[in-house]
């Protein structure tokens, strides 16, 4: 996937709207040169019956990014609420009516050479319309990558820093030219952590399996979201364990989560089928019930759920509401 900005797009940057050809950074800022931002991925889904754009869980993942900027010492103001706010403005300027992905990003700004960061910090959130990560429609042909998983003693995998994406990016490369759609790392005790931008579960006998936080993996709220679909909806037992690469191999059923890629199945790992090489029954139930939960079709799950339009109708209501003018 690659989403090309347009330069009239509208995007937020240095506490304004404004179009994204004049969000400019100069090419001495310090992230740049030493990997010092924190990012996010947000997903909003179209669903063309109801005429609205849903973003996906944005105040959770407004919540990570805030968290996750702590630990690089980086300051965003606004509370996360007010970011979900700023979202939903930049929906609503640049009038967006197909699947969205918006990227907020937060960094050292300070434009000089030094890699100790000072407290001179910036933000921008950028929202660009956004097809399929990867085509995994008939399933994805996945590598155990020779490149290992970033150790939280390093850089943490959790925190979603820019500079660590270098792992991701190396790994990932390399996998496309050796072939596969996508790589799976290793962590350093040598167990399966995650795809190079996503988590990883398997199905072994009647079981969904996945890594727990602690193997060096991003806590992914996809992740999150899919261990509660399975266990609800399809009474599934989750598990959160080690899993060795020799398990890749002898599993029944395999699967990617993120927010770009949604559920994206994997049909063969290290030119091996995955179970009979066809998409499980597990991978198809619990993908559909993602697509459904992330498009309003559920109502149990609407809570994840911030609908764009309705919400900026309701907003206008209230501003011109006789309440709204006598409370000033
Ligand atoms: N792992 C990595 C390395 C990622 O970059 C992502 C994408 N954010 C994920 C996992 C999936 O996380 P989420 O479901 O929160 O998008």
């Excluded at 937020?12 to 992230?31: D, N, S």
């Excluded at 924190?38 to 973003?55: K, P, T």
């Amino acid at each position: 996937m690659k989403a090309d900005g347009d330069p009239n797009l509208t995007v937020y940057f240095g506490g304004q709207y404004m179009p994204l050809g004049e969000a400019r950074v100069g090419i001495l800022t310090h992230a740049l040169h030493y990997g010092t931002g924190v990012f996010e991925g947000i997903r909003a889904h179209w669903d063309e019956a109801q005429q609205e754009l849903f973003v996906m869980r944005p105040l959770e993942h407004y919540e990570r990014w805030k968290q996750n900027c702590g630990i690089l010492r980086i300051a965003v103001p606004p509370s996360a609420q007010q970011l979900c706010d700023i979202t939903v403005e930049l929906m609503r300027r640049n009038g967006f009516r197909t699947n969205v992905y918006v990227r907020p990003l937060a960094y050292k700004s300070a434009e000089r050479v030094g890699v100790s960061p000072d407290d001179q910090d910036s933000f921008a959130v950028i929202a660009l319309p956004f097809g399929d990560y990867l085509h995994a429609e008939k399933g994805l042909h996945a590598g155990v990558s020779s490149w290992r998983r970033i150790e939280d003693n390093a850089i943490p995998a959790r925190a979603k820093i820019c500079g660590a994406y270098v792992n991701s990016a190396l790994a990932s490369d390399d996998a496309r030219r050796c072939g596969f759609d996508e790589a799976i790392f290793l962590n350093e005790s040598g167990h399966v952590a995650e795809g190079a931008t996503c988590n990883i579960f398997m199905v072994r006998k009647g079981k969904l399996v996945t890594p727990p936080v602690t193997e060096n993996v991003l806590e992914g709220i996809t992740r999150d979201a899919v261990m509660e679909l399975a266990q609800r909806e399809l009474g599934l037992l989750v598990v959160e364990r080690p899993i060795d690469r020799s398990e890749l191999y002898i599993c029944d059923e395999l699967f990617f989560t993120g927010t770009a890629v949604g559920l994206a199945p994997i049909v063969r790992v290290d030119h091996r089928p995955v179970g009979d090489g066809a998409l499980g029954a597990v991978t198809r139930g619990v993908r559909q019930l993602y697509f459904d939960a992330t498009r309003g079709h559920l109502p149990t799950y609407w809570n994840w759920l911030m609908p764009v339009y309705q919400s900026w109708m309701k907003h206008e209501q209230d501003l011109s509401s006789p309440a709204s003018i006598s409370a000033g």
